[in-house]
């Protein structure tokens, strides 16, 4: 059975503007970026179980998963039942005290 994937709106934005940053720099760079996270979006809906807890982060009860792609970037998200909710993308470059969650 798949797990379905919600992600939530202002992750969409980050994406766009995350992508967008990507092409200034490199076309090619962007393209792997779409590719990679589409293939993350993949491995999810097949077992998100096999993505680490994130520690990194002081999130609420240590319930946020990792899934890193694209090199830079991060995708957190929790797992209820069997769905798949994406409450973020982090470009790990940035200090993780900076990151309004």
Same mark, same amino acid.
């Given at each position: 059975?798949?797990?379905?994937?919600?992600?939530?709106? +202002?992750?969409?934005?980050?994406? =766009?503007?995350?992508?967008?940053?990507?092409?200034? /720099?490199?076309?090619?760079?962007? &393209?792997?970026?779409? +590719?990679?996270?589409?293939? *993350?979006?993949? +491995?999810?809906?097949?077992?998100?179980?096999?993505? !680490? /807890?994130?520690?990194?982060?002081? =999130? !609420?009860? &240590?319930?946020?998963?990792?899934?890193?792609?694209?090199?830079?970037?991060?995708?957190?998200?929790?797992?209820?039942?069997? &769905?798949?909710? *994406?409450?973020?993308?982090?470009?790990? +470059? &940035?200090?993780?005290?900076? *990151?309004?969650?």
């Amino acid at each position: 059975m798949k797990y379905q994937i919600t992600v939530a709106n +202002r992750v969409r934005d980050d994406l =766009l503007e995350q992508a967008a940053f990507v092409s200034r /720099v490199s076309l090619s760079g962007a &393209r792997r970026y779409h +590719r990679e996270y589409l293939k *993350i979006l993949a +491995r999810l809906e097949e077992n998100p179980f096999q993505f !680490p /807890v994130d520690l990194e982060i002081d =999130l !609420p009860g &240590r319930t946020y998963r990792k899934a890193i792609f694209a090199k830079w970037f991060k995708v957190l998200f929790q797992v209820k039942d069997q &769905r798949v909710y *994406i409450d973020g993308i982090i470009d790990c +470059r &940035r200090d993780p005290a900076a *990151i309004d969650f």
